[in-house]
DNA sequence: CCAATAAAAGACAAGAAGGTCTTTTATTCA
DNA sequence: TGAATAAAAGACCTTCTTGTCTTTTATTGG
């Protein structure tokens, strides 16, 4: 994967409280159902949702009746932002064989051969949204659980 | 990097080898001189080399006036072969958000996304080779080494 | 207003990746 | 032929990622 677990756990969580929410209007989930459902271990996952959370990408409510939601301007966030979140940027900036001199001035044997993969990467997160996903998955052309 | 530091540790010591054997003819490479020459923790790099030597990929000789060495045939292999032996296909494989049960039947909502993206991926893996970034090398277009 | 609920937070443990050090084996050439 | 050389092999350590368990804090509805 090009992706860390934990950032797929991320993604995977943030798809299911975003379907969650054009469901039934403003309906939290909890925890547990998520872990549950996605087949997440529940504490690790609780740590995630936290970090989500704390930068934004996702919204919480404790006590009672709480649990996890998202805004509609949480919904319109891209891959990337989960990403960069996550795993950090190395993957869009670091050179590929860890060249700490590698540069456009000083590219590196596989500098111009993974230039053009990532920035189809580059544009592909920027341009999927949580929204456009979970469409996705409402109107049945991908799935996210068995 | 979409490689490991260890697959990245390989691949720069592949072709500092290769450059080595278009500069002299049957000219052999110490494990010392390629760990000092691109910074890399020499018996960290002394198991990688075992690997690579073990899988086909380099050749090597032991005893006075031994060391690494590639013979035309490993010159011509892509990185390809490199990644799959180090890091394994689960990047060109594996569903980017580590779903099980994805598949093109029944995709995951980044599937569609990745599709292309993994094919660029594996067209550039195949299509370059040791030999092709050597000859890049020793053209100065691009740089190994500061 | 308090008991139940659910997220937040923190300590800790297992596993994998990355890295170090020492011993063994094979080779060469003086 | 044996001393020097260099890769192979193995034991061990460190760090990072992933995963578990317990305690704390905030909220709400009866």
Redesign the pocket.
């Known amino acids: 994967m090009f992706l ?3 950032c797929a756990y991320a993604v995977r969580s943030l798809l299911l409280v975003g379907q969650h929410r054009l469901e039934e209007e403003n309906g939290k989930i ?3 159902t998520i872990s549950e459902r996605l087949e997440i ?1 529940t ?2 996952l ?2 995630i ?2 970090t989500l ?2 930068h934004g990408l996702l919204s ?9 939601y998202m805004t509609d301007e949480q919904l319109r966030n891209p891959l990337m932002t989960v990403v960069k979140l996550i795993d950090g940027s190395d993957v869009f900036e670091k050179c590929g064989i860890g060249l700490a001199t590698c540069s456009e001035q000083r590219p590196c044997p596989v500098h111009y051969a993974f230039k053009p993969l990532r920035e189809k990467m580059l544009k592909t997160f920027e341009s999927e949204t949580i929204e456009s996903m979970v469409k996705s998955l409402n109107s049945g052309d991908t799935f996210l659980v068995v």
């Not at 919480?60 to 996890?68: C, R, T």
Request: hydrophobic content about 25%; charged content about 20%.
């Open positions: 860390s677990k934990t909890g925890l547990r271990p504490h690790f609780g740590k949702l936290q959370t704390k919480s409510a404790k006590g009672v009746s709480g649990g996890f």
